[in-house]
């Protein structure tokens, strides 16, 4: 039985302040939405968690760092 974790994750997501999007990142360029590594980032966009169909899994990225 495969266990829904979404409802969760956006609940404490918004909680605690969880941050792990590029919008987050100190390597992400906020005036052309690409990461200043040049890594592909549509994955790693708060845009798609928070789309009308979210991702079952969650990816991170090995270069994020907190802005």
């Keep these: 039985?495969?266990?829904?974790?979404?409802?969760?994750f956006e609940?404490?997501?918004?909680r605690y302040s969880f941050c792990f999007?590029?919008?987050?990142?100190?390597?992400?360029?906020?005036?052309t939405?690409?990461?200043l590594?040049?890594?592909p980032n549509?994955?790693?966009?708060?845009s798609y968690y928070v789309s009308e169909?979210?991702?079952g899994t969650i990816l991170f990225c090995k270069d994020f760092?907190?802005?």
């Design 1 to 8: 039985m495969e266990v829904d974790y979404r409802p969760n």
């Design 21 to 31: 999007t590029c919008e987050d990142c100190a390597h992400f360029d906020g005036e």
């Design 53 to 55: 169909i979210r991702p």
């Design 37 to 39: 590594h040049g890594f």
């Design 11 to 14: 609940e404490q997501r918004t």
């Design 42 to 46: 549509e994955q790693h966009r708060l």
């Design 33 to 35: 939405g690409e990461c």
């Design 65 to 67: 760092d907190l802005a």
